[in-house]
């Protein structure tokens, strides 16, 4: 086997198992295991400082080139991360949780993904999250209809986990999760069925990996695979999550009404096809509000308190990782379900405008930037990404780490494009 063959087999096989691990900590029963002997955060760490050495390998990238090609998006990143430290307080015992957030796996990441638009390989890593998704997508779905609808197996297994507090969590050989709590166990067509949440501890967090693959497949694949869609379309459909089907749905009109948009004489039956989904989008997003198991009075007192704590210290916030202040300015009905649902909201009361800006800033950036230069599919998938962002919870986990890191990657293009003609 030649060497060529060698690196190319290291690289997919690191590529792959980073992409898992990114998966996995997000939010994942196993990435909160109790008395865990892995974490998934310092494996991923490695992971990628060893991509990050092999691409530099295979590519023939020296110190010099790696240094002009990932300088500017780099330091500019750390250089706001130093300043935020400087004013912005960290909750007593996160500081190192901080370091390795964004002083570590952040520029690695940026690194990371500048070194795949050199090789104009710009989606890589999402195309490998995706396809791990898609194991994952598969495997949940056989499970769930196999033992939460037809009965034809039983969870075999107790699982202890950390979410919300220590809890003991029904599985089927740690391969699907099972949990006998009011909110994933509803009414359908009259009989009483599991949410799948597959190897997540709850449905919505199952639901941000489908999503950020169903807009991967949707929107960055150069030819969209229909059998994918509809195997994502499926598995978040048999999450029941309403949240879930709005943003999967909403994509596909994107899709649909951009694609029908450009061909001239069908503009007219483009906005008639918009009405109907609009009506159809605003159908499910009452369910939700009516039928949601109080998701939508949660999702709106989060953000109000979300609001309300970062008003007392706008600009710097009330401290990484400090709850506190959010937790006071629930509602009532919220003291025994203090379990935040957005991202957004987080960032904002803890660090303020200005860590606010370090998220929103390159997705803000980057979604002018591709569609100015005609990259209107790229801009959706900004746009949807910066969705999840508002609407879900993975603030400080590393796939949100990834996402910001390859928003990021844009800063600095045309310095490159000068040098080497095209990045």
């Not at 609009?278 to 939508?296: A, E, H, Q, T, V």
Request: hydrophobic share 50%; net charge positive; proline share 2%.
């Amino acid at each position: 086997m030649r060497l060529a063959h060698v690196k190319e087999y290291l690289i997919i096989i690191c590529e792959y198992a980073l992409a898992f691990l990114v998966v996995m900590d997000c939010n994942s029963i196993y990435a909160n295991l109790i008395d865990s002997p892995y974490n998934m955060q310092h494996l991923a760490l490695v992971l990628s400082v060893i991509l990050v050495t092999l691409l530099c390998w295979y590519n023939g990238i020296g110190y010099g080139k790696l240094v002009r090609i990932v300088t500017c998006p780099v330091i500019y990143v750390i250089m706001w991360i130093l300043f935020l430290m400087v004013f912005m307080k960290i909750q007593p015992g996160y500081t190192g949780s901080y370091i390795k957030y964004f002083l570590l796996f952040l520029p690695i990441s940026i690194i990371l993904f500048k070194i795949y638009r050199h090789m104009k390989k710009h989606y890589q890593l999402f195309y490998r999250t995706s396809d791990i998704v898609m194991v994952l997508a598969i495997m949940s779905l056989v499970m769930w209809l196999m033992i939460a609808v037809l009965g034809l197996a039983e969870p075999n297994i107790v699982i202890r986990t950390n979410w919300g507090g220590v809890q003991e969590v029904e599985s089927f050989f740690g391969l699907y999760f099972q949990r006998s709590v009011q909110m994933e166990h509803i009414k359908f067509l009259g009989v009483g069925v599991y949410r799948n949440i597959g190897l997540y501890p709850e449905s919505p967090m199952f639901n941000i990996v489908l999503i950020l693959s169903f807009y991967t497949e949707l929107f960055l694949r150069e030819k969209i695979k229909y059998g994918r869609l509809s195997l994502l379309s499926l598995t978040i459909i048999s999450t029941f999550s309403i949240l879930g089907m709005i943003f999967s749905f909403g994509g596909l009109c994107l899709k649909a009404v951009w694609t029908l948009w450009n061909k001239k004489k069908r503009k007219v039956i483009v906005v008639g096809i918009l009405a109907v989904l609009l009506i159809f989008l605003r159908i499910l997003i009452g369910y939700k509000r009516i039928y949601g198991s109080g998701s939508y009075s949660m999702h709106i007192d989060d953000l109000l308190s979300c609001i309300r704590a970062w008003a007392v210290t706008p600009i710097f916030g009330n401290g990484f990782e400090n709850y506190d202040l959010i937790y006071e300015n629930m509602s009532q009905f919220r003291k025994e379900s203090t379990g935040l649902t957005t991202s957004a909201g987080v960032v904002l009361a803890q660090g303020g405008l200005g860590l606010l800006g370090l998220y929103l800033f390159p997705f803000i950036m980057g979604g002018v930037k591709n569609w100015r230069e005609s990259k209107r599919e790229v801009a959706w998938w900004a746009l949807g990404v910066l969705g999840l962002f508002l609407t879900f919870i993975f603030t400080y986990r590393f796939l949100m780490l990834w996402l910001l890191a390859f928003a990021y990657s844009w800063i600095g293009d045309k310095q490159e494009e000068l040098r080497n003609g095209s990045i």
